[in-house]
């Protein structure tokens, strides 16, 4: 599977995060391109304190409400379990890094693994069955 | 199976997902899966809706044998050979 992930929003990386984990249940291979506004999420002071949800947002307050109510693990740690569990490849966009001031990889959480070309993107989408764009 | 027949099985892992939500309780039983032998049986406890359709279909992906559910009182006891 490759996942263009685009969204910058917890509501959006949560959704990506129970995706991943059924991509792990299944053994799948994992692509994901940290694109954008996701570069903005993916930096180490940004990961952990951004709250920023992109849809129904005048029920934000509910909306994290619930997933603290139903235990869902912040979108950090599910992408960490996935990775634990299946080959999980994460890419940050070289173009994005830049957006967001972060040049090194070091700039990004530990779950990163290394910056790339759209070129690296095209090539996994070209051989995936599943693509996705979030 | 039948409810009788599910509920009378000797279960050589059982696993408490109901505090979980999806993809908890899968991938909860991806992790305990590992720890039984083949022919084992595994019972999956999970309180969502989800996951009682997930787990057969991951058992038809993964060549294992689904051999049932049992709803309890606000959970599911989902019953699988490996």
Same mark, same amino acid.
């Given at each position: 599977? *490759?996942?263009?992930?685009? @969204?910058? @929003? ?5 959704? %990506?995060?129970? $995706?991943?984990?059924? %991509? ?10 940290? !694109? ?17 949800? %992109?849809?129904? *947002? ?11 109510? !139903?235990?869902?693990?912040?979108? *950090? ?8 569990? *299946? ?24 779950? %990163? ?10 090539? @996994?989408?070209?051989? @995936?069955? $599943?693509?996705?764009?979030? | 199976? /039948? /409810? =009788? =027949?599910? /509920? ?11 505090? /979980? ?49 049992? =709803? ?11």
């Amino acid at each position: 599977m *490759t996942l263009a992930l685009f @969204s910058g @929003s917890v509501d959006k990386l949560t959704a %990506a995060g129970v $995706i991943l984990g059924g %991509a792990a249940a299944e053994d799948m291979d994992v692509e994901i391109f940290v !694109l954008l506004q996701a570069a903005f999420a993916f930096k180490k002071e940004n990961a952990m304190v951004n709250d920023r949800v %992109a849809e129904i *947002t005048d029920k934000k307050d509910e909306f994290l409400a619930s997933l603290e109510r !139903l235990n869902t693990p912040h979108w *950090t740690q599910a992408f960490k379990t996935a990775k634990e569990m *299946t080959n999980v490849k994460i890419h940050i966009c070289g173009f994005a890094g830049k957006v967001w001031h972060g040049e090194k990889l070091d700039d990004f959480i530990d779950l %990163a693994d290394d910056i790339c070309g759209i070129g690296e993107y095209m090539a @996994s989408a070209e051989e @995936s069955d $599943i693509n996705l764009f979030i | 199976m /039948t /409810t =009788e =027949e599910l /509920t009378a099985l000797s279960v050589d892992k059982s696993v408490d997902a109901r505090g /979980t939500s999806c993809p908890g309780p899968l991938l909860a039983a991806k992790k305990a899966i590992g720890q039984i032998e083949k022919g084992q049986i595994m019972e999956v406890l999970s309180a969502d809706e989800g996951t009682r359709r997930d787990i057969p279909k991951w058992c038809g992906k993964k060549g294992f044998e689904y051999l049932g559910t049992v =709803e309890e009182s606000g959970f599911f006891k989902i019953f699988l050979r490996k």
